[in-house]
T-cell receptor
Framework: DQQVKQNSPSLSVQEGRISILNCDYT??????FLWYKKYPAEGPTFLIS?????DKNEDGRFTVFLNKSAKHLSLHIVPSQPGDSAVYFC?????????????FGQGTILTVHP | DVKVTQSSRYLVKRTGEKVFLECVQD?????MFWYRQDPGLGLRLIYF???????EKGDIPEGYSVSREKKERFSLILESASTNQTSMYLC??????????????FGQGTRLTVV
């Protein structure tokens, strides 16, 4: 039972354009969402997060949007750069004593072409 | 900077061997985790620990065990390695359970091949 789903295995974007990565979840107990970026042969690195009490969080070129009613979140990267090419994982955690235990999506491979 | 260090980047083991994967973190984090990453499946939680000598099963614990004798160290043990345990193994740590807005910090990963 995949509670966090990233339905696009890959995304290809031109440098300077917007990249939009999507993520859907089914568990209504999730209340904290994160995006991680992973390069080959390295561990994932934290990118940006959002609490369920917000619908948007911005950090430089990265913005995460949360639509709780649709159980959907998205990561926008503007403008996209070749160095953004990586695998992006969406993750979620429940409240209470579950903080820190993350459920991940399958990942989306982003390729940014020069 | 938080540092999570896994003892090996690459390992090749034979079927039936007992395998130990070691992880150390230097930020005094209460929580530590072991995930495996497989193509198309994302990261799946094997085991986690929220305190010394405490452990809880994740989503795919079968064939694995863990040990946490010291706060900074969390070991994953493959009791009898099998080829379907060939994978990328990722250790992570985070602040104490219940703290809001907590992200997990990952090690560099161990690519294990079982032949």
């Amino acid at each position: 039972d995949q509670q966090v789903k990233q339905n696009s295995p890959s995304l290809s974007v031109q440098e300077g354009r917007i990249s939009i990565l999507n993520c859907d979840y089914t568990n209504s107990m999730f209340d904290y969402f994160l995006w991680y970026k992973k390069y080959p042969a390295e561990g994932p690195t934290f990118l940006i997060s959002i609490s369920s009490i917000k619908d948007k969080n911005e950090d430089g070129r990265f913005t995460v949007f949360l639509n709780k009613s649709a159980k959907h979140l998205s990561l926008h990267i503007v403008p996209s750069q070749p160095g953004d090419s990586a695998v992006y994982f969406c993750a979620a955690s429940e409240g209470g004593t579950s903080y820190g235990k993350l459920t991940f999506g399958q990942g989306t491979i982003l390729t940014v072409h020069p | 900077d938080v540092k999570v260090t896994q003892s090996s980047r690459y390992l090749v083991k034979r079927t039936g061997e007992k395998v130990f994967l070691e992880c150390v973190q230097d930020m005094d984090h209460e929580n530590m985790f072991w995930y495996r990453q497989d193509p198309g499946l994302g990261l799946r939680l094997i085991y986690f620990s929220y305190d010394v000598k405490m452990k809880e099963k994740g989503d795919i614990p079968e064939g694995y065990s863990v040990s946490r004798e010291k706060k900074e160290r969390f070991s994953l043990i493959l009791e009898s390695a099998s080829t379907n345990q060939t994978s990328m193994y990722l250790c992570a740590s985070s602040l104490y359970l219940g703290s809001p807005n907590t992200e997990a910090f990952f090690g560099q990963g161990t690519r294990l091949t079982v032949v």
